[in-house]
Structures are given as structure tokens and as C-alpha cells.
């Protein structure tokens, strides 16, 4: 069975282009006939492994790492064990992300509160400002 890049693009909601920058860096290998690219089984689910690490933010090194372990014959468990640093490694940077983002929206909120009998005096355009929305000068 193969796939054009339209089914695969349709498959996965993503462009053609996209495709095309993973085959240019070589984590999908379909068959060229002329202009026409084929792609496989093997490459529909290297492209669905791609999608889902890329959902997860790992990095297109770290994806390759996992899919070219597989093709050199690693086992499961070896590909397992490196998936499973990587998500590890990814959902510590996450929870620092969400830390930060918690904090950033305690003291955005704070401000606010602080400022909120000013906000109705702030919200108001000025007349140079309201000109320029309205497009009068």
C-alpha cells in the first residue's frame, strides 16, 4: 500500500511542505516516481512517530535519535528506554515552564487589581489615538 503526499497531508492536517522538510531531513524516504513521491507504510508510521515526539516538543535530533535506533536494529526496549529520557527530560522543562507561567500570571493579576480603578480612565482612547483607528486626522 502507498500513500501520496495529498493522503498523508489530508491524514495528518499538515501541509505539503511539511512533508517535504522531513524527507529533506531524512526521517521519511518515500519512493520517487518522476515528480511523485510514494510513501510506504513504514513511512506513514515514521511520520505519525514524528508528529506525536513533535506534540510532545521533543526536538527533530532527539526524534531522529528514537527512529534511527529502530532502524539499526535496537531492540524495543532500547528505543523504549531513550523515548522515555527524553519525555522525562521534556516534562521537567515543562513543569519549569508552568512554574514560571503560574508565577507571571500571579503578579499579571496583582498588577491588575492594583490598577483596576485606573483601568476604566486607561481603556478610553485619547483623540490622537482615536484618529488613528478611525483613520481622520
Do not use: W
Not at 500513500?3 to 518515500?30: M, Q, S, V, W
Not at 506513514?44 to 514524528?50: C, F, M, P, S, T
Not at 532500547?78 to 503560574?102: C, G, H, I, T
Amino acid at each position: 500500500m502507498t500513500y501520496t503526499i495529498t493522503d498523508l497531508a489530508n491524514e495528518f492536517n499538515i501541509t505539503h511542505r511539511t512533508l517535504r522538510f522531513y524527507e529533506e531531513k531524512g526521517l521519511i524516504e518515500p519512493e520517487r516516481k518522476g515528480q511523485t513521491r510514494l510513501y510506504s507504510r513504514r513511512d506513514r508510521a515514521r511520520l505519525k512517530l514524528i508528529l506525536r515526539g513533535r506534540d510532545l516538543g521533543l526536538t527533530l535530533y532527539e526524534i531522529r535519535q528514537i527512529l534511527d535506533l529502530y532502524q539499526s536494529g535496537g531492540s524495543c526496549e532500547e528505543q523504549n528506554r531513550l523515548a522515555f529520557s527524553f519525555f522525562q527530560k521534556r516534562l521537567a522543562a515543562a513543569r519549569a515552564q508552568r512554574a514560571r507561567v503560574d508565577h507571571q500570571i500571579g503578579q499579571l493579576e496583582e498588577a491588575c487589581a492594583r490598577f483596576s480603578g485606573d483601568a476604566i480612565v486607561a481603556s478610553r482612547p485619547r483623540p490622537a489615538e482615536q484618529s488613528l483607528r478611525t483613520g481622520t486626522h
